[in-house]
């Protein structure tokens, strides 16, 4: 169960919310329930919930989980250079 402090959720790096909005902008668009997105990639229903509602955050395994689901990779963006 995803259960982050807010301390945790603040500490997060600054390209989280590009991630996170990503995901759930392609979550939206996938034309699936959340219903059938749990239970094809284990993720339970409440936690997407949490997440599409902008309340959590999903955690790493679940991220890359919903990431292979629905076809994203992540890539570096060319000429940036990494924040330090």
């Known amino acids: 169960m995803d259960n982050l402090t807010q ?3 603040l500490s997060y790096d600054a390209f989280m919310p590009m991630i996170t909005a990503t995901l759930r902008t392609a979550l939206n668009q996938c034309g699936k329930s959340r219903y059938l997105v749990s239970k094809e990639t284990g993720i339970t229903e409440a936690t997407l ?12 395994t679940n991220m890359d989980t919903l990431c292979n689901y629905l076809g994203l990779e992540l890539t570096k963006i060319k000429g940036k250079k990494p924040r330090k």
């Open 7 to 9: 301390s945790q959720v």
């Open 49 to 60: 919930s949490r997440f599409v509602k902008c309340k959590i955050p999903l955690r790493g």
